[in-house]
């Protein structure tokens, strides 16, 4: 079963957010609510739920290449 939900951790501040993640698409940009620092992927993954969520994005999780 695919997960939707996946919780981000900024990596400047800590701050942590519940986001519901994109099906379709990816998402490469983020700001944090807190400190305002604009998330991008680390290099090697696809987006900012795979490099800063607790839950890889849909893509990933059913073993396709992402987005």
């Known amino acids: 079963m695919i997960q939707l939900k996946s919780i981000l951790t900024c990596p400047a501040c ?6 519901t993640m994109p099906e379709v698409s990816c998402q490469f940009f983020y700001e944090c609510e807190n400190c305002k620092t604009i998330l ?3 290099q090697g993954d696809c987006c900012v739920y795979c ?3 607790i839950v890889p994005c849909p893509p990933v999780q ?5 987005c």
Not at 14 to 19: A, C, I, L, T
């Open 14 to 19: 800590g701050f942590q957010r519940e986001e």
């Open 40 to 42: 991008k992927p680390k």
């Open 62 to 66: 059913q073993s396709k290449s992402c």
């Open 51 to 53: 490099s800063f969520g």
